[in-house]
């Protein structure tokens, strides 16, 4: 049997993951993956997560299954911190998943059973798992226009003229905040145009927010996908809590359908169940319960936002020491994008040639679309990659 098996497609972050690990230069730098780094390289256990390990291992007395949906109040928990008041909460079904992965994949699979012939709707580009997963479930997907080279900031032009083409039925996937990989995002203004966009075409929108409070804070984060959640009769959205709790291993995510009514809320969730059970039953259940823990003390809420904000602040210094350090070196202001994008990424607009050529001459790793993980970088190092820039003819 196995031997029917065909080598598959390499992830290129995951790849890249490997290549850094391998190469023995001691003053490598990795700006790969998308994992928090503090300034000395650790991704730390947030101090509010620690302590709501504590209590759960102090305080938990049984390893039981929990439902389904998971726990229902850490869907009750991530609901409130991703869409607040902007939709009733009768009209919300929502189910833990591993993982903002796992959210991706279920709203995919609930697509297809909804509306298998719907067209996904991509940026182009965006995270490569998107058109990966879609492929590999045999659902039809197009791209619109969304990064503009010139200016490396959003084509927004662009991007309404490819979705001028959207179908009724035809799903859109959009990034809550941070775009990844590119950094550039749309305002609030451009958002409302694209909603009236698919408004008129009857098209359904699919939020993948990975990243709330790495942008411009936890609440800003979450203001375009309550914009897109309160505009709609449905909408999916796929929300991750592995970068802003930290917590990646554990595969913590929730996947959201927010419903018309009461009604189709119920025949959503019970099918959002129904799919869990096909996949992988009970979704895990130890990060959601930290989540939760967290976010329903105010104490450890307090605790863990403020720790947050703090690793936000620090991707925005390095953000602006490295457009600064470019303007010095230019003497222009054409990295001055550098500094207004926002999240963990930024797409340089390298060629692929240009990437690999700092791979090789200065052991910087980065994806080979020219994207490039902030976090990963520090004090010291953001003045190598600046002058590894420039040298590259950037
Ligand atoms: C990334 O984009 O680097 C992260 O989301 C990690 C991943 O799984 O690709």
């Known amino acids: 049997m196995l031997h029917n098996l065909h080598p598959q497609p390499a992830d290129k972050i995951l790849m890249l993951m490997a290549e850094y690990r391998a190469d023995p230069r001691s003053d490598k730098i990795d700006l790969g993956v998308g994992v928090y780094k503090d300034a000395t390289g650790n991704t730390p256990v947030m101090r509010a997560v620690k302590e709501a390990e504590r209590r759960i291992l102090a305080d938990q007395t049984t390893k039981a299954y929990t439902g389904l949906a998971g726990d229902p109040a850490f ?9 607040g008041d902007s939709v009733a909460a009768d009209r919300v079904a929502c189910v833990a998943t ?22 996904i709707w991509l940026s182009n580009p965006t995270w490569p798992n998107h058109p990966s997963i879609i492929k590999y479930l045999g659902m039809k997907m197009a791209e619109y226009r969304y990064f503009d080279n010139a200016t490396r900031g959003v084509d927004f032009d662009g991007l309404m003229a490819d979705l001028d083409a959207l179908k009724a039925g035809d799903v859109v996937l959009l990034h809550g905040c941070c775009h990844n ?8 203004d451009q958002m409302a145009q694209v909603i009236a966009l698919m408004q008129d075409r ?13 942008g411009d804070g936890l609440e800003a984060d979450a203001q375009i ?8 009769d449905n909408c999916l959205i796929a929300a991750s809590c592995s970068k802003n709790f930290g917590i990646y291993r554990e595969r913590t995510g929730a996947l959201m359908a927010i419903a018309k009514d009461a009604d189709q809320q119920a025949l959503a969730q019970q099918n959002l169940a129904f799919l869990n059970r096909q996949n992988y039953s009970f979704p895990p259940d130890h ?3 930290v989540v939760t823990t967290i976010l329903t003390d105010p104490a450890l809420r307090a605790e863990w936002e403020a720790e947050l904000e703090e690793t936000r602040l620090s991707m925005l210094g390095l953000r602006q020491q490295l457009a600064d350090e470019l303007k010095r070196l230019t003497n222009s202001d054409r990295f001055d994008f550098l500094a207004h994008h926002r999240g963990m990424f930024s797409r340089l607009g390298a060629t692929p040639e240009q ?7 200065n052991g910087i790793y980065m994806v080979g679309d020219s994207r490039f993980n902030v976090a990963g970088l520090n004090a010291q190092s953001v003045p190598v990659l600046a002058q590894a820039i ?3 003819g950037i």
């Open 355 to 361: 990437v690999a050529a700092m791979r090789a001459d």
């Open 98 to 119: 591993p993982g903002g992965t796992g959210a991706i994949r279920q709203a995919l699979e609930l697509i297809r059973m909804a509306t298998p012939e719907a067209t």
């Open 225 to 232: 996908t309550r914009q897109i959640a309160a505009a709609f």
């Open 287 to 289: 990060g959601a319960r």
């Open 181 to 188: 990989p590119t950094g550039a995002n749309l305002t609030s």
């Open 202 to 214: 009857g098209a359904v929108p699919f939020v993948d927010i990975a990243y709330q409070g790495f």
């Open 390 to 392: 420039v040298t590259a």
């Open 75 to 83: 869907g009750t928990a991530i609901r409130d911190l991703v869409l």
